[in-house]
T-cell receptor, first 111, second 115 residues
Framework: GDSVTQMEGPVTLSEEAFLTINCTYT??????LFWYVQYPGEGLQLLLK?????DKGSNKGFEATYRKETTSFHLEKGSVQVSDSAVYFCALPGGAQKLVFGQGTRLTINP | DTEVTQTPKHLVMGMTNKKSLKCEQHMGHRAMYWYKQKAKKPPELMFV???????INESVPSRFSPECPNSSLLNLHLHALQPEDSALYLC??????????????FGPGTRLTVL
């Protein structure tokens, strides 16, 4: 079945550091890919998405490129802020109406 | 209006109580979802409603009873819960029930504690 493998963490960085959170997937065909973010005490928010190979999703300084050759969708940000501290989930549609999530990566940014 | 709202934000209940969680969206979405999320884990799908009809039940115990009164509202009725049911309950919606690529929009969740 479809699955997502995500860098587990936790990840701790200093402010203004470069961030990469790895995500690889196994899926039938070429599904849309998503990154969701969950800030402390809140629900999930869609951070960015890509709907086909080579698409780049971007939002709030974060980027991820849909790479079908490596079945990856790594999340990157050039300069992180304390406010980026959250849990990040990579996800894909696992069938009609279902989302398959990675295990989540907890990110802490220190000032 | 591009948000999903949930009430209450927090709920504490005993094992003999009956309570309900409520979810509302006004985006015209025709699919709505209930998820359960334990600490440090991703959300786990519980139920899916498509066009106000239950389309997926992920083998959830009968002490959880979903209801979709109309296309904007989703309820989760709780009865005789166990302490291990304590979790964050998330509601979500998406535009098209048959749209495999559609993103889901999540509410802020209800933090449930069962004593």
């Amino acid at each position: 079945g479809d699955s997502v493998t995500q860098m587990e963490g936790p990840v701790t960085l200093s402010e203004e550091a470069f961030l990469t959170i790895n995500c690889t997937y196994t899926a039938t065909g070429y599904p849309s890919l998503f990154w969701y973010v969950q800030y402390p005490g809140e629900g999930l928010q869609l951070l960015l998405k890509a709907t086909k190979a080579d698409d780049k999703g971007s939002n709030k300084g974060f980027e991820a490129t849909y790479r079908k050759e490596t079945t990856s969708f790594h999340l990157e940000k050039g300069s992180v802020q304390v406010s980026d501290s959250a849990v990040y989930f990579c996800a894909l549609p696992g069938g009609a109406q279902k989302l398959v999530f990675g295990q989540g990566t907890r990110l802490t940014i220190n000032p | 209006d591009t948000e999903v709202t949930q009430t209450p934000k927090h709920l504490v209940m005993g094992m003999t109580n009956k309570k309900s969680l409520k979810c509302e969206q006004h985006m015209g979405h025709r699919a709505m979802y209930w998820y359960k999320q334990k600490a440090k884990k991703p959300p786990e799908l519980m139920f899916v409603y498509s066009y106000e009809k239950l389309s997926i039940n992920e083998s959830v115990p009968s002490r959880f009873s979903p209801e979709c009164p109309n296309s904007s509202l989703l309820n989760l009725h709780l009865h005789a819960l166990q302490p291990e049911d304590s979790a964050l309950y998330l509601c979500a919606s998406s535009q098209n029930p048959s749209g495999r690529g559609d993103e889901q929009f999540f509410g802020p969740g209800t933090r449930l504690t069962v004593l």
